[in-house]
């Protein structure tokens, strides 16, 4: 663009020069013509000066075709310049544009790695929860299978306790009147020897059983017809004592 414009400014000196020197060939003629009052010099003068003049006619208008030719690619240069600048503008839009648009995508390809990143690390926290569940469920299991198989124990611990207790209940209960028919012959041995003897009448039931076993067998006698003897009667409430 400097060269074509430099070009330009050449041309257009060089076409004001012929121009001047037209028009100073033109007065020179002018002034001759006034000054020579010969036809023939006059004639002569007039032909040389006409045949020069022509000649800068035409490198004048050869000079204004190359200047209109070099203005009009001037004035498409000067077009393709501003389409280039506009393009120019537009390519720099449309940078700032995917420039923009580019930063954006690395902040959400920055963002999404940080989530893939979150994510992943959240799976593996959940893998080793998982692995710990299982491995407490395993323990529950194992425990619960233990506390069954004490639970069966108990179970028959208690139903052989509950066996153990019903033949204990029935001795007890057994016992209890055996032991109530021992108390009904003691109370009784004793109301027969307060009949043949004295005795207290306020003492405890051990007091009776004493007194009862601290007499001989010769005081005691109990027979419809008279005959029959009371000792083994005394021998065996001596065995229940003892065994109390």
């Known amino acids: 663009m400097d060269v074509k414009a430099h070009d330009i400014e050449v041309l257009t000196r060089r076409v004001e020069e012929l121009q001047r020197e037209r028009d100073e060939l033109r007065k020179d003629i002018e002034q001759l013509c006034m000054q020579q009052s010969g036809p023939g010099y006059v004639s002569v003068a007039t032909r040389m000066l006409s045949q020069r003049a022509t000649a800068l006619e035409q490198d004048i208008e050869n000079l204004q075709k190359k200047l209109s030719g070099c203005l009009r690619e001037n004035h498409n240069l000067q077009e393709e310049l501003a389409e280039a600048y506009r393009v120019k503008s537009q390519l720099a839009d449309l940078y700032g544009a995917e420039l923009s648009k580019t930063k954006e995508l690395e902040q959400q390809v920055r963002f999404f790695q940080s989530s893939v990143a979150k994510a992943f690390a959240e799976r593996d926290n959940s893998l080793l929860e998982c692995e710990k569940a299982k491995e407490r469920e395993e323990a529950v299991l194992k425990m619960s299978a233990v506390f069954e198989e004490r639970t069966k124990e108990y179970q028959s611990a208690m139903e ?22 021992s108390l009904n012959v003691i109370l009784k041995f004793y109301e027969v020897r307060c009949r043949e003897c004295e005795c207290p009448s306020n003492v405890s039931f051990e007091e009776k059983c004493s007194i009862l076993i601290d007499d001989s067998a010769e005081n005691w006698s109990f027979s419809s017809d008279g005959e029959t003897s009371t000792s ?8 229940f004592i003892h065994g109390r």
């Open 160 to 181: 052989d306790q509950k066996r153990l207790n019903d033949v204990l209940q029935m001795e007890l209960t057994e016992l209890k009147a055996n032991t109530e028919s």
């Open 232 to 239: 083994k009667y005394i021998v065996n409430l001596k065995h």
